[in-house]
């Protein structure tokens, strides 16, 4: 009899729970709906069910397809707000605190990713963050083989000084200063992964369509997310082993892998700093110790010393002669430990790091001069060959990522938003890019095309971030700068409608791949939006390269969007960043001066100038040419002759 009571339980319960309306995971409480326009609103309920909505001033009504999915567009509403949406089928849903205003997609990499609690100034920022018609939602991560049509999850916040250190950050200053100016709701729907191509965010059918990619998709492998997962954490295990000789995958003990005493001489070496993806490790997830010898005079021994290890990704635990001197969880901090005196000793001693990395890039990574340890007032540089041995792989995280196979963010972390209705989109991504710079410039418009396809709202506004200036390769002119490359398709993408650019190659940081400096990016980013979306008539842009005029030894420059015109930071008036060459294609740093509206650019032993170039070098920092509203000008180049990346094409699983 109870057998029979929890069967007839189960069957009612599943009843209702199939009887019941639900609705995407983007919509909730707090949400910000698109004012001006159409208001989609969809879900799933029993099939021919009768669906009600009641927002506003309006009812609408809808049945279900056979299927069970409805959809119901409200009418436009202006902006404003709070709101209550009740959604009325066999159950009633209610959200509550609804706006209407303006809602933008907040997409790309890392950069985007990265939150307003790590920017420079996040402490007052937070503390003062009490903006309540900003609405923010971030959207889970998540990867699929096919089109979802829901996200993982996601909840929608109100700007607070509770809930703003979680927000995007470029996405956070980008709201503040629409809001302020238009004094309208903000929404922000934030999805975004660090580290991801371009091409896991378009999908297959954009694919399908381009000539270029369409052999490339078709070779796709028909895809089981958990039969590619047990074959990459297989192959990874058997690079790992490969690689060192043995490996039991955490099974045996690494306490004595902090000692001065162990033997590690049949340890496998690795240059640092460098993430260790770029060094010849897999792309794991998981635990690596990293050992170094320094010797120690006579005199320093005993001595309290400062030890800096860059920066990790993501967690560190560091000992010196087997003493914790430091632990940090942080992708973006840099290192810093105090040795207390009584540790170092005169002669060998041993520094040893565990590092736990947890997705994306692993190891330790930035500028090599940041990698020292200080005795007194002498530093000894750590840069080079290190000892590395992986200890441990994260279980589930070695498996198939992001990158692993093209459209698997546009499957899980877009086409569920799609049709939500939107202003427009704002992206910063690229740095995955770069060793496919040249591609870019085809891969990048597919996916804003792909994209506008699928919402059917036309050419709906998309601004992007310039690469900021980082040392990624040391590339220049001389040697190719795929940062560079990549930085000229962006520009290039500009052709398409409805297309704006933030350049930031004066805020970047040469050995940090992630700037703190992030309310300039949103700031300017707003700049766009204001001037192209809003028609403000503000300043938008920095100078951008227009013609070349040759007079002898001279090449005279003209610029389009000078703003109240030209200007340099330099207070002697020298424009740096540009570069000269003669049919030779050797390059050579050149003078330039700024007069009226044009800048001269020359230098001796370059009589016959051909080319110019502006900025071309992975880290573009030197660059100072602005218009005086403060806007600087993007990196370019007078030329086409043959770049790094001309002949680097996409392959599936690359």
Known sequence: MKKIILSSLILFTCFNLMANVRLPKIFGDNMVLQRGQQIPVWGWADSKEKITIKFNKQTKTVVADRYGKWRINLDNEQAGGPFEMEVIGKNTIRFTNVLVGDVWVCSGQSNMEFSLINATGAANEIASANFPQIRHIEVMKAIATKPQDDIKGGEWNVGSPETAGKFTAVGYFFAKKLQKELNVPIGLIHTSWGGTHVETWISKEAFEQDAAFRDMIAAMPKMNLDSLAKEKERATFEVVKTLQGSFDNGKTPTNSWKDISLNDSRWPTIQLPALWESKGLPDLDGIVWFRKKITVSDVDAGKPAVLELAMIDDADT?????????????????????????????????????????????????????????????????????????????????????????????????????????????????????????????????????????????????????????????GNSANGSTWGELRE??????????????????????????????????????????????????????????????????????????????????????????????????????????????????????????????GWADDASDDNLFNKEGFPAGPFRTDNWKGMTDEVHYSVGQ
């Open 489 to 614: 398709a962006q520009t290039l993408t500009l052709s398409l409608p409805n297309t704006g650019m933030a350049v930031t190659t004066d805020i970047g940081n040469p050995t940090d791949i992630h700037p703190r400096n992030k309310k300039d990016v949103g700031e300017r980013l707003a700049a766009v939006a204001l001037n192209k979306t809003y028609n403000k008539g503000n300043v938008f842009s920095g100078p951008v390269f227009e013609s070349m005029k040759i007079e002898g030894n001279k090449a005279i420059l003209t610029f389009s969007n000078i703003g109240s015109g030209l200007f340099t930071k330099n207070k002697y008036g020298y424009v740096e960043g540009f570069e000269i060459a003669g049919d030779n294609k050797q390059f050579k740093y050149a003078k330039a001066l700024i007069e009226g509206n044009k800048v001269i650019v020359f230098q001796d032993g370059v009589d016959a100038p051909v080319s110019i170039r502006y």
């Open 318 to 474: 560091t000992y010196v002669n087997g003493i914790m001197v430091g632990a940090t969880n942080g992708y973006n901090v840099p290192r810093k430990y105090t040795i207390p005196a009584g540790v170092l000793k005169a002669g060998d001693n041993i520094i040893a790091i565990k590092v736990l990395d947890t997705g994306g890039g692993g190891g330790v990574y930035g500028s090599a001069d940041d990698l020292k340890i200080t005795i007194g007032g002498s530093s000894q540089l750590l840069a080079g060959s290190w000892m590395f041995k992986v200890a441990s792989l994260l279980p589930g995280t070695t498996s198939v990522g992001p990158n692993s196979y093209p459209t698997l963010l546009f499957n899980a972390m877009l086409n569920p938003l799609i049709p939500f209705g939107i202003k427009g989109a704002i992206w910063y991504q690229g740095e995955s890019n770069a060793g496919r710079a040249f591609e870019y410039r085809r891969s990048f418009p597919l996916m804003i095309t792909d994209w506008r396809n699928r919402w059917k709202e036309g050419d709906f506004p998309f601004y992007f971030v310039q690469l900021a200036s980082y040392n990624s390769a040391n």
